[in-house]
């Protein structure tokens, strides 16, 4: 079976600290992971995937993941955090089903980020 | 590029009331999803359609629940007799339906039944 397991629900970081956002998930198959990022009142948004070629994945402002197959994890990190990070994470995985694909969710992490 | 829109941004009704949720794709997009996320709950899956077909509708809810994308351009999505537990809020996003292919989301429609 396929799942996605965010390990924190909420974390806190004082601005100008690293952030790191744990993400492990369960695969048959070589997954396609994805991280996103939700505001408040908007939509998800694409922060960064990985797609089997590098494992060291860097997205948009700022943030990177790495996939560690040994550890079946997928991990989000950002050396220094902005107040404007404050919002929700999602770890997606993607993988083949008969006739398409499945998308899974993770379950969210809230980051705060305090002054 | 226009991103996905979706309206209304939000809706309340009373229980027994139809709402229908519009959703317009990214241009070309042929892949259109569903999802919604009860307040706590995580994102769940609701139905996937390529073009006009739906490929995917396990998610569906129930029978009170309808969805649509005639012509294989924009959706919607019915939910006909509201109740209370299908308050939420409900998201859509296209794709060009690759697995490795990013969702693009829409701002989403808070659904509240009262």
């Known amino acids: 079976a396929q799942s996605v397991t965010q390990l924190d629900s909420h974390v806190s970081v004082s601005e100008g600290t690293p952030v790191l956002l744990r993400c492990n998930y369960s695969?048959?198959?070589?997954?396609?992971l994805f991280w996103y990022v939700q505001h408040p009142n908007k939509g998800l948004q694409l922060l960064l995937k990985y797609t089997s070629a590098a494992t060291l994945v860097k997205g948009i402002n700022g943030f990177e993941a790495e996939f560690k197959k040994s550890e079946t994890s997928f991990h989000l990190t950002k050396p220094s955090a902005h107040m404007s990070d404050a919002a929700e994470y999602f770890c997606?995985?993607?993988?083949?089903?008969?006739?398409?694909?499945?998308?899974?969710f993770g379950a969210g992490t809230r980051l705060f980020v305090k002054a | 590029e226009a991103g996905v829109t979706q309206f209304p941004s939000h809706s309340v009704i009373e229980k027994g009331q139809t709402v229908t949720l519009r959703c317009d794709p990214i241009?070309?997009?042929?892949?259109l999803y569903w999802y919604r996320r009860v307040m706590g709950k995580e994102i769940k899956f609701l139905l996937h359609?390529?073009?006009?077909?739906?490929?995917?509708e396990s998610g569906m809810p129930n029978n009170r629940f309808l969805a649509e994308r005639t012509g294989g351009t924009y959706s919607t999505l019915k939910v006909q007799p509201a109740e209370l537990e299908d308050s939420g809020v409900y998201f859509c996003?296209?794709?060009?339906?690759?697995?490795?292919?990013?969702?693009?989301f829409g701002n989403g429609t808070r659904l509240t039944v009262t």
């Open positions: 241009s070309g997009h042929d892949n």
């Open positions: 359609f390529v073009k006009e077909s739906k490929q995917d």
């Open positions: 996003a296209s794709s060009q339906g690759l697995i490795n292919s990013p969702l693009h």
């Open positions: 997606v995985v993607t993988r083949p089903r008969t006739g398409g694909f499945k998308t899974i």
């Open positions: 695969s048959s198959y070589s997954p396609s």
